[in-house]
């Protein structure tokens, strides 16, 4: 950041009174401006024991493969995000959404949400940031041609809880180092 959003004057880095961090400052006017983390929500889509997933169509990760996710929008909830990014991506509308798995990456600033979720019908397709939408069986999931770590582990957290037939909300945390 190099120019407040306030009145467009230069900002610097300092720890403001009372703060712990170094935040970007504006001296003209005095604004503080926070930077906190991005969430990206998403579905993992199912249809009797298939899981949906989308080609990616976009950069990163062009060409591989992703459940259906993105940025969450100011004013909606993380299932309005959700529900709007499978629309987006699959041209598919979801019932049934239960929060799963929440994954800290914080070395990008980002903290994704997954909701497993039950498509509503078969109609479905790609939109405009995918190539192609398909249905996997749990053998034919294109692991090494998965776009995101977040996406590899959601999946093998979601077969493993299949097997028990019990789905509890589930954490996890990205290393420094791992990709997304």
Aim: aromatic share 10%; proline share 7%.
């Amino acid at each position: 950041m190099k120019f407040c959003s306030q009145c467009g004057h230069t900002v610097i880095q300092r720890i403001p009174e009372g703060d712990s961090r170094l935040r970007y400052v504006c001296e003209q006017c005095q604004t503080i401006h926070y930077q906190n983390p991005n969430i990206v929500a998403g579905s993992l889509p199912t249809w009797g024991r298939q899981v949906l997933l989308c080609r990616r169509a976009i950069e990163p990760r062009l060409g591989y493969w992703t459940l259906p996710a993105g940025f969450m929008e100011n004013g909606e909830t993380m299932e309005q995000a959700a529900r709007r990014e499978t629309v987006e991506e699959a041209c598919a509308n979801l019932k049934d959404l239960q929060l799963y798995m929440l994954v800290d990456v914080p070395h990008i600033s980002q903290v994704h949400v997954f909701y497993r979720a039950e498509l509503a019908s078969l109609d479905f397709a790609a939109g405009p940031e995918s190539l192609e939408v398909r249905l996997f069986d749990e053998a034919d999931i294109p692991w090494s041609e998965l776009a995101f770590m977040t996406v590899h582990k959601t999946l093998e957290c979601f077969f493993a809880d299949r097997k028990l037939e019990v789905y509890p909300v589930r954490t996890d945390a990205l290393p420094p180092s791992r990709p997304i």
